[in-house]
């Protein structure tokens, strides 16, 4: 069964791949809340976000070990050859779990470190540049993982 996108695609990947349409512009204005001191609002966000893609790679890796063959959805893609070798959409995933899987260890511990080192309610202190660091890098992974993973759903689900 295909997705709501008109693709190849699992419902579950559909869900995944507009979820980072939204999660990334969230992110650019969860840093323009903490920018205008709303850390409140800041923490707020970013546990939503957090605990929104938990929920979602969870049901993404449920539903592609046990319910989904994403492969069979592939194949017909130019772009996929079943042959045993290399091809554009296994390159174009390994590319994308470069970034996917070090950013979802990375967020996990940014988050993690927040809640521990900031007060509550949050406001800058000691932990401050270490988290700004850190959540930059994080901030990066996800949108380099939004876009390798928008790359790796055309080439496998939607090329003719």
């Excluded at 966000?45 to 790679?57: C, D, G, S, W, Y």
Aim: glycine share 6%; proline share 4%; with cysteine.
């Amino acid at each position: 069964m295909n997705g709501f996108l008109g693709s190849r695609a699992s419902f579950m990947l559909d869900v995944v791949f507009l979820a980072m349409f939204i999660i990334v512009p969230l992110l650019g204005w969860s840093i323009w809340l903490v920018r205008r001191g709303k850390h409140e609002m800041h923490k707020r966000l970013q546990l939503t976000i957090a605990v929104t893609l938990l929920v979602a790679i969870i049901a993404f890796e449920v539903d592609l070990r046990f319910f989904t063959d994403w492969r069979a959805k592939a194949a017909l893609s130019p772009y996929f050859e079943n042959n045993g070798q290399w091809n554009a959409v296994w390159v174009s995933l390994v590319i994308h779990l470069t970034f996917a899987v070090p950013t979802t260890i990375l967020w996990v511990w940014v988050v993690a470190q927040a809640l521990r080192a900031f007060p509550k309610p949050p406001k800058p202190g000691a932990h401050s540049r270490q988290h700004r660091l850190f959540g930059r890098l994080a901030g990066a992974g996800m949108l380099f993982t939004a876009v390798t993973g928008w790359c790796f759903y055309w080439l496998a689900f939607v090329a003719t």
